[in-house]
């Protein structure tokens, strides 16, 4: 494969940009290698600056679940544009967005737009710590909920624990309201409720948790997150950043049947463009400025073209889509199981719809330490061997596979033969 344009733009973007990279996955080191400069996309297709051609099983982290270059999403946009592109004004464009997410998801009865996921986040904390006048908070090891401070800690020794610092830069006493709980433990839970239930403003979870590979949570778990936030006036929030109108219009909420007191959204609500959004309860969304107390703001939030790319894509997004992206990903499944085994590769899948983690392991994978004792070092090879026979994945082992309805069995065949060779490789 011919990459010698993305090694010379890398080569000068590291001279002006850290890391030659926007966001840090993106740099190809969690796969020991050089990252691609992607020219074009359309359909499930990317193509790079050499004029190669992958099937994207990374669709933006998410968002492009129409695939990429999706003409009806496109034509709304390019009309859109045509009238200005943002007036820090109401538009009719976010009233359409906010009806179609809160007919989707019943749990949201007001929302709040913002231009990412990690706004989203950050809003809904401080919204749960003003409606329960408490400061610590709840999270779960191996979910990611943007890059706020208090939400860089990881787990201690022991059960649920104060949290422990992951990056620089984070003073130690924001990281001290924030309690750190090992995912689908239902004791680690209690645990902290007991320890802790009184001074919880919010426990904050994915529900499926798509941010240390696929995990989904094993039954009766966020029932008894869930009962526990209840009983001790504590505000439950899903960050559905990933699973909103991915595993299902109503998000991971409808297909757990779970409800939530606030939603985190983002990635498929803006199509494709920076968009995120937080929603639930109306008295506890009413503290919001302008209505009540808690601040916060947006130059940008609610911009018109971003709210119009998101209501092309969630309008399009019909019950029979998401049949389709089941069968798509469970024959994906199924054909990736079968490489593994033709070449004698112990391989865990976890699926949930159009949501993929590939494990190297024979053992359960339901949690960050169970995530961690996969072989992991076998990632970077299974990766390199994809990318040369035209399949993109995920540059990281922590990092979600997805599909979109413009994937065709077609590209699931294709991408089978890949993994083959991958798997093969790997010996
Ligand atoms: C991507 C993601 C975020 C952060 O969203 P950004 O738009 O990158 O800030 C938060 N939570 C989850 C679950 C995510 O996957």
Redo the contacts with the bound molecule.
């Keep these: 494969m011919e990459t010698d344009r993305s090694k010379k733009l890398y080569r000068l973007a590291k001279r002006v940009m850290v890391g030659g990279v926007s ?1 840090p996955v993106r740099s190809f080191s969690a796969v020991k290698g050089e990252p691609l400069f992607i020219k074009r996309g359309y359909g499930s297709k990317v193509y790079d600056v050499d004029g190669n051609e992958f099937i994207d099983y990374v669709l933006s ?2 968002p492009l679940i129409l695939g990429h270059s999706n003409r009806k999403v496109l034509n709304s946009i390019i009309k859109r544009i045509r009238m200005g592109t943002s007036f820090g004004a109401p538009s009719e464009a976010e009233l359409l967005l906010a009806e179609e997410i809160c007919s989707s998801i019943p749990s949201i009865e007001r929302l709040r737009f913002v ?7 950050m809003s809904a904390i401080r919204l749960a710590r003003a409606h329960t006048s408490r400061n610590k908070i709840l999270k779960f090891e191996g ?5 706020a401070d208090y939400f860089l800690a990881k787990a201690g020794s022991g059960l649920a624990t104060y949290g422990v610092l992951a990056s620089e830069g984070v003073p130690e006493d924001v990281v001290a309201n924030t309690i750190v709980a090992r995912y689908n433990s239902i004791a680690d839970v209690e645990d902290a409720f007991s320890r802790f239930g009184t001074q919880l403003a919010a426990v904050i979870i ?1 529900p499926v ?3 240390m590979g696929v995990v989904p949570p094993r039954p009766g778990f966020l029932e008894k997150i869930r009962k526990l936030c209840t009983l001790n006036d504590t505000v439950l929030i899903f ?5 909103g109108f991915r595993v299902s219009k109503g998000g991971a909420q409808s297909l757990y049947n779970v409800k939530p007191d606030i939603t ?1 959204l ?2 498929i609500i ?1 199509g494709g463009f ?3 959004a937080f929603g639930g309860k109306k008295e506890i969304m009413q503290r919001l400025a302008p209505e009540g107390k808690v601040y916060q703001a947006g130059t940008l939030s609610g911009n018109p073209v971003a709210m119009t790319a998101g209501i092309a894509t969630l309008s399009m997004l019909k019950a029979r889509d998401y049949r389709y992206l089941e069968e798509i990903s469970s024959l994906l499944e199924t054909e990736i199981l079968a490489a593994a085994e033709s070449k004698r590769i112990p391989l865990t899948v976890n699926r949930v719809g159009s949501m993929l983690g590939i494990f190297f392991t024979e053992d359960q994978v339901y949690n960050f330490q169970t995530v961690a004792k996969s072989k992991l070092n076998l990632f970077p090879s299974f990766h390199r061997t994809s990318l040369e026979n035209g399949v993109y994945l995920p540059p990281s082992p922590f990092e ?1 596979i997805f599909l979109s309805t413009a994937h065709s069995y077609e590209d699931v065949q294709r991408t089978a033969v890949a993994f083959k060779k991958a798997f093969g490789d790997l010996h």
């Design positions: 966001s982290w998410g231009n990412s996921g990690t706004e989203a986040t979910c990611y909920h943007g890059h994915e948790a798509g941010n960050d559905e950043v990933i699973t985190c983002g990635k803006g920076p968009v995120g979600s």
